[in-house]
């Protein structure tokens, strides 16, 4: 059974400050990496996709890879409060994508 | 770029009516297509894979015979949820991956959210 772990939260941050989400995951032949964002009641959003190890900069947002961990994860700097959304992390093999639980932040004005 | 869009946005219907939702790709062609399911607060729940052309492949779990699927084009995949109960009452959404072994990221719709009565 494949899986990819998040901590559920909530985890709730002040504005301004740095949102740290963590995910790790199972399958060690997984490929491509995922973080989505979505708000409640709507669809997922595609924020960063990671391929290889290391960091991953794309404005507010930095995904960090490393595979010989498991491990990748997204932070949020100078979070915002419309940045408060559920966090998927997706880790993908082929065509195969699994989902985590999503990790529910909160980023308080 | 990369827009799914899918229709109905909200569904409604008496029980033992089939349902049908769309999921199309409206600027690039998406050779294979993706349906899940939500329940509140919960996670994606991956339903089945849509390649064009071809026959769905159901997770497991998954009645193929109630939730029908067909993905007759590049850009249309279809899910009929046929004698629908109170129980498939859910938040269903697709996403599409474009054609092209490079292009790895899923691009999602906006969801319907069917409720059986």
């Known amino acids: 059974q494949k899986e990819v772990e998040q901590n559920s939260g909530p985890l709730s941050v002040p504005e301004g400050a740095i949102a740290s989400l963590n995910c790790t995951y199972s399958?060690?032949?997984?490929?491509?990496f995922f973080w989505y964002r979505q708000y409640s009641g709507k669809s997922p959003e595609l924020i960063m996709s990671?391929?290889?190890?290391g960091d991953k900069e794309d404005g507010r947002f930095t995904a960090q890879l490393n595979k010989a961990s498991q491990y990748v994860s997204l932070l949020i700097r100078d979070s915002q409060p419309s940045d408060s959304a559920t966090y998927l992390c997706?880790?993908?093999?082929?065509?195969?994508?699994?989902f985590g639980a999503g990790t529910r932040l909160t980023v308080k004005p | 770029g990369a827009v799914v869009s899918q229709h109905p946005s909200r569904v409604i219907c008496k029980s033992g009516t089939s349902v049908k939702i769309e999921c199309r790709s409206l600027?690039?062609?998406?050779?294979?297509m993706f349906w899940y399911r939500q329940f509140p607060k919960k996670s994606l729940m991956l339903m089945a894979t849509?390649?064009?052309?071809?026959?769905?492949?159901?997770e497991q779990g998954v009645e193929k015979d109630k939730f029908l699927i067909n993905h007759a084009s590049l850009t249309l995949s279809t899910l009929t949820v046929t004698s629908a109960h109170p129980e498939d009452s859910s938040f269903y959404i697709c996403?599409?991956?474009?054609?092209?072994?490079?292009?790895?990221?899923?691009?999602f719709g906006p969801g319907t959210r069917l409720t059986v009565l």
């Open positions: 997706a880790v993908k093999e082929n065509n195969d994508m699994r």
């Open positions: 849509s390649n064009e052309g071809s026959k769905a492949t159901y």
């Open positions: 990671i391929y290889s190890n």
């Open positions: 996403s599409a991956q474009a054609a092209g072994a490079s292009y790895n990221e899923q691009f």
């Open positions: 399958d060690r032949v997984s490929q491509s």
């Open positions: 600027d690039f062609q998406a050779t294979t």
